[in-house]
Each structure stands twice: as C-alpha cells, then as structure tokens.
C-alpha cells in the first residue's frame, strides 16, 4: 500500500513558475514508477509526466516537454514537478500516482493516487 499526498499548488500568472511536491508513505516508494497527471474542469484526467523507479527513464505530455521537469528523491521518498513557463491552458487539478513497471503513460497503469492540488494559471 502506498499512501500520496500532493502539496505546492496554487494561483500564480502566466509566464511564473511552481514546484509540487508529491509525498509518498511506505519504504517501497522506490520501487515504484510515479506520474503526474492533471484534469482541467470539464475535460478527461491526462498524463502530464513519468519517471521510473531509480529516474532513469522520464515521459512528457507534448503540452508540457521543455517547460515542466519530473524529478524524484528516492532518500526522501518524494516525487516533484517543477512547472516553468506556466500557460493558463495548465490550470487544473494535479495528481501524483505510483505503478509498477518503468514510467507508464496510461491512468490504467497506476495503482496508487494522491487526492490532487489545485494548480491556477492566470492570464
């Protein structure tokens, strides 16, 4: 069982930066993939980024490559979003997740959610 909670969202203007912070119960974080996902109001949940269990491997959405970097520290058994150059298009609800295998890109692949952060993009 893994328990997450999400913490570093809020209202910040377009063009400004934001770092969430996702962290994690249990002494088997690292054995886990983690992702990020993000659901805007009215839309479908997405995949925002991955990162395998020793962060070898990481995924991005499109919408994001260049501007938001998925990193994790295994030793504080917490998983980070650092979002730069932040668009309205990116205000949503941001979750983290935790799933076997290396860093998946499907929700279907992750078993463990956090309960979101409210993430606020200006014009």
């Known amino acids: 069982q893994v328990q997450l909670v999400e913490s570093g969202g809020g209202l910040v203007q377009a063009g400004g930066s934001l770092r969430l912070s996702c962290a994690a119960s249990?002494?088997?974080?690292?054995?886990?993939?983690m992702g990020w996902f993000r659901q805007a109001p009215g839309k479908e949940r997405e995949f925002v980024a991955a990162?395998?269990?020793?962060?070898?491997?990481?995924n991005y959405a499109d919408s994001v490559k260049g501007r938001f970097t998925i990193s994790r520290d295994n030793t504080k058994i917490t998983l980070y979003l650092q979002m730069n150059s932040l668009k309205p298009e990116d205000t949503a609800v941001y979750y983290c997740?935790?799933?076997?295998?290396?860093?998946?890109?499907?929700?279907?692949?992750?078993?463990?959610w956090g309960q979101g952060t409210q993430v606020t993009v200006s014009s």
């Open positions: 990162i395998s269990p020793r962060a070898g491997i990481t």
């Open positions: 997740a935790a799933a076997w295998g290396l860093a998946p890109i499907t929700q279907t692949s992750y078993q463990y």
């Open positions: 249990g002494r088997t974080f690292s054995n886990y993939a």
